[in-house]
């Protein structure tokens, strides 16, 4: 077993190898968030693309490092284009991140997933409570694309749905928590209620599971990495603004500054980690 100094070294050593690669990101993300999903990838450090059109996605995915599909504006144009864009990258073996937004408000939203699990199966998902409820098959009443759920609830359910695709599944809440198919679980204590106040903290940390994957072969451990460093720049950037009487308008300026200039003693002296591995 790790001890839990190594591992928040190694959590930093992610940090700075995305800065150091730069791997190029590709996005199939929805309009709402799209331009801060991709200044959340710039400010971290590294490279996205936004590509969508069915008659590139598999080409831009083949030369990508990793791809993101975020369903929160849903096209039938653009699910063929993620399901396109899913095949290249598993040819190439690169990582596939999936973001259920919204799962459980409508049927179609989840007849979209259930097309996605099967024909552009993720190698990571990541969702508030009520949307991995809903993937997993549980019961879980939602308010759009809020959840209604305490992330806690939802451990049983990400635990089952990290088994099903063999791979890590992340419930996003008050406390993150990550899973894998082998039954490593991580907790995270991180974050600021003011990252709820502001659209795209949850579709950009997802994007920056991608980042983290793009450079590390242990999705798990770049799962947790991503959700570690996301929550501590909230926490950071929240109290920066703060502290200057500003409000959440200010709050995704701070959040971009904090991503990017977020430094080693910052980010160990802050996270808040339990975990069994």
């Known amino acids: 077993m790790t001890s839990p100094k190594t591992f928040a070294e190694n959590l930093w050593n992610d940090v700075v190898q995305v800065r150091a690669k730069t791997p190029l990101i590709h996005n199939i993300t929805n309009l709402v968030v799209m331009s801060y999903n991709a200044n959340v990838l710039l400010a971290l450090g590294a490279a996205p693309v936004m590509a969508h059109a069915r008659e590139e996605v598999a080409e831009m995915a083949s030369i990508a490092n990793a791809l993101v599909l975020n ?24 990582p596939v991140v999936l973001d259920p937004v919204g799962a459980g408000a409508t049927t179609y939203r989840n007849e979209v997933i259930h097309e996605l699990l099967l024909h552009a199966k993720p190698d990571i998902i990541r969702g508030n409570a009520s949307e991995i409820m809903s993937v997993a098959g549980t019961a879980a009443p939602t308010r759009g694309v809020e959840s209604t759920q305490p992330s806690g ?7 089952k749905l990290a088994k099903d695709i063999k791979g890590t599944v992340c419930v996003s809440g008050a406390t993150d928590h990550i899973f894998d198919s082998t039954g490593r679980k ?27 994957a793009a450079i590390q072969p242990d999705y798990w451990q770049a799962v947790t990495a991503a959700m570690a460093y996301m929550g501590i720049a909230g926490e950071l950037a929240a109290e920066t603004v703060i502290s200057q009487n500003l409000g959440v308008g200010s709050m995704q300026t701070a959040l971009l500054d904090k991503l990017q200039l977020m430094n080693k003693n910052e980010f160990l002296t802050r996270l808040k980690i339990s975990s069994n591995a």
Do not use: V
């Open 71 to 94: 369903i929160g504006t849903l096209q039938p144009e653009w699910i063929e284009s993620m399901k396109l864009a899913a095949y290249a990258a598993h040819t190439r073996h690169i």
């Open 153 to 159: 609830n939802a451990i049983h359910a990400a635990r």
């Open 186 to 212: 991580a907790s995270l204590d991180n974050g600021h209620i003011w990252m709820t106040r502001i659209t795209g903290a949850g579709c950009s940390a997802s994007a920056m599971i991608g980042a983290f």
